[in-house]
């Protein structure tokens, strides 16, 4: 517990309290606590698990990247269902033309029937209100309406498209630049650099002073690539 006392300061655990960035604390072993383990945003039981939680498996960044994209093909697929479903209701809504030219050619005909029992005058103008309504029946045709839905349905199809691989490459990047930094940081870069890291074999707990072995204690020096099991013979 002297070793960890320095994470019990009042000073140490308010500076993570108010630290932006997240933190992880993984000082000493698994059954060592102190402050800083309880104002820290995560707690792991040893360093080396501390620098696990924050190197994530990029396997698993990959697969929650499909899911998301896998998701946004799945909403996208539906949401074109649905706007196909609500065109075929306005279709289905819609009188066919013929048969509204059939009800227009029987009211014409009715019509000829009075006018040729009124004035020329009345005439004329009953025959004037007809090509009227031809007129606007024509430029009110369904086909127009159609186009123009059509139109916006595959407008919005391209924007969601853009917008789902826009989306993904930002991700993309994002994945490598996390990657670039946590190689950085990453333990494993330091000893790639002819560094070696030697714990206590049976704790685990890294050998930071000479003053916490004793001639006997076997420890593992872990290097770049493999490691060395030795036993204290002597401690200067």
Same mark, same amino acid.
């Given at each position: 517990?002297?070793?960890?006392?320095?994470?019990?300061?009042?000073?140490?655990?308010? !500076?993570?309290?108010?630290?932006?960035?997240?933190?992880?604390? @993984?000082?000493?072993?698994?059954?060592?606590f102190t402050?800083?383990?309880?104002?820290?945003?995560?707690? !792991?039981?040893t360093?080396s698990?501390?620098?696990?939680?924050?190197?994530?498996?990029?396997?698993?960044?990959?697969?929650?990247?499909?899911?998301?994209? #896998?998701?946004?093909?799945?909403?996208?697929?539906?949401?074109?269902?649905?706007?196909?479903? +609500?065109?075929?209701v306005l279709?289905a809504?819609?009188?066919h033309?013929?048969?509204?030219?059939?009800?227009? +050619?029987?009211? !014409?005909? /009715?019509?000829?029937?009075?006018?040729?029992?009124a004035?020329?005058?009345?005439?004329?103008?009953?025959?004037?209100?007809?090509?009227?309504?031809?007129? /606007?029946?024509?430029?009110?045709?369904?086909?127009?309406?159609?186009?123009?839905?059509r139109?916006?349905t595959?407008?919005?199809?391209?924007r969601?498209?853009?917008?789902?691989?826009?989306?993904?490459?930002?991700?993309?990047?994002?994945? +490598?630049?996390?990657?670039?930094?946590?190689?950085?940081?990453?333990?494993?870069?330091?000893?790639?650099?002819?560094?070696s890291? *030697? *714990?206590?074999a049976?704790? @685990?707990?890294?050998? /930071?002073?000479? #003053?916490?072995?004793?001639?006997?204690? *076997?420890?593992?020096? /872990?290097?770049?690539?493999?490691?060395?099991?030795?036993?204290?013979s002597?401690?200067?």
């Amino acid at each position: 517990m002297e070793d960890l006392w320095s994470f019990n300061d009042e000073t140490v655990a308010r !500076a993570i309290y108010r630290c932006r960035k997240p933190i992880v604390s @993984g000082v000493g072993h698994e059954t060592d606590f102190t402050i800083a383990d309880f104002v820290a945003d995560v707690r !792991a039981p040893t360093p080396s698990a501390a620098a696990e939680l924050v190197s994530p498996n990029q396997d698993d960044v990959r697969r929650a990247l499909t899911a998301l994209n #896998q998701r946004a093909v799945y909403t996208l697929q539906r949401h074109l269902h649905h706007k196909q479903q +609500q065109l075929r209701v306005l279709h289905a809504r819609l009188k066919h033309p013929r048969d509204r030219l059939e009800e227009l +050619q029987q009211t !014409a005909d /009715r019509l000829e029937l009075r006018l040729n029992h009124a004035l020329q005058t009345l005439l004329h103008q009953r025959q004037f209100h007809l090509h009227t309504l031809r007129s /606007r029946l024509l430029r009110q045709h369904p086909q127009h309406r159609l186009s123009a839905s059509r139109l916006k349905t595959e407008t919005l199809q391209q924007r969601l498209i853009s917008i789902t691989r826009r989306h993904l490459d930002q991700r993309q990047a994002k994945l +490598q630049s996390l990657a670039q930094q946590a190689h950085l940081v990453s333990p494993l870069a330091t000893l790639d650099r002819g560094y070696s890291l *030697t *714990t206590r074999a049976d704790t @685990g707990v890294i050998i /930071r002073t000479n #003053q916490s072995l004793s001639v006997g204690d *076997t420890i593992v020096t /872990r290097l770049s690539e493999g490691e060395i099991i030795s036993t204290v013979s002597a401690v200067p």
